[in-house]
C-alpha cells in the first residue's frame, strides 16, 4: 500500500506535517519562476501573460501588478477582467478562485493554511529526540465571486466565501462566508449594509 504525500494530504484538506521536505522543493521551484516573472516590467503585457498562464492554476484577460508573492500558483484561479494590484500574497495550498471583474487591492493575503488552535494538537514532535520538529497544517479553499472589491491590507482566510458583487473594506479579516452583494468590514469582518444602498436613499427622502 502507497503511503499518501504530504502533498495529496493538502489537496484533499487533510492535517499534515510541515515542514515537508517535498512541499518545500515545489515551493522552491515555483519561486524561481515567480521572481523571473515579478522581474519582468508591468509594461510587457505579452510576456507577463504568457508567464501567468505557465505558472497559474488558469488565468483569463486580467492584470496582475508586481511584486506579488504565491506559495505554489498552479492552485490560483483567476478569471477574466481581474485586477491584482502589488504586494499581495497567496498561499495556495489549496486553491484561490478569483471570479471575473474582481478587483484586489494592494498587500491582501489569501492564507489558506492554518493550524489548529490547541498548542498540544498543532506541535509536532520529533520521536527520537523529544524535541520540537514543526508543526501540524491543514489548508483550506478560498473563493471570491464576480464583479467584488477587497480593500487594502485585507486578509482572508482558509474555508471562506465571499459572494458576488460583495466590498471588502480595508484591513478586514475574514474569517467566514460573506453574501452575495453586501459591503462588509471589520476584524471580524461582518456586514455592514447591501452593496447598493440606493433604494435605501430613495426610501429615507421619501419619508
Not at 515545489?26 to 524561481?32: P, S, T
Amino acid at each position: 500500500m502507497t503511503e499518501t504525500t504530504g502533498y495529496e494530504k493538502m489537496r484533499r484538506g487533510e492535517i499534515h506535517k510541515g515542514p515537508d521536505w517535498h512541499l518545500i522543493e515545489l515551493q522552491v521551484e515555483a519561486r524561481k519562476k515567480l521572481d523571473r516573472f515579478n522581474a519582468v516590467p508591468t509594461w510587457d503585457m505579452p510576456n507577463r501573460t504568457a508567464m501567468l498562464r505557465d505558472q497559474l492554476g488558469s488565468f483569463g484577460d486580467s492584470f496582475v501588478l508586481s511584486p506579488i508573492t504565491w506559495e505554489y500558483g498552479k492552485h490560483i484561479f483567476l478569471g477574466d477582467g481581474v485586477f491584482i494590484n502589488f504586494e499581495c500574497v497567496f498561499l495556495d495550498g489549496a486553491d484561490i478562485r478569483i471570479g471575473d471583474g474582481t478587483a484586489i487591492a494592494p498587500r491582501v493575503m489569501f492564507l489558506t493554511a492554518g493550524h489548529p488552535v490547541d498548542p498540544r494538537e498543532r506541535e509536532l514532535i520529533d520521536p527520537e529526540t523529544g524535541k520540537p520538529a514543526g508543526a501540524w497544517t491543514i489548508n483550506k479553499p478560498i473563493t471570491v465571486g464576480k464583479n467584488c472589491w477587497i480593500g487594502a491590507g485585507t486578509t482572508i482566510v482558509g474555508g471562506v466565501t465571499i459572494g458576488d458583487g460583495t466590498t471588502i473594506g480595508a484591513g478586514s479579516v475574514v474569517t467566514r462566508d460573506i453574501p452575495a452583494g453586501v459591503l462588509a468590514a471589520g476584524n471580524p469582518c461582518r456586514f455592514i449594509r447591501p452593496a447598493d444602498a440606493k433604494p435605501m436613499a430613495r426610501a429615507a427622502n421619501a419619508a
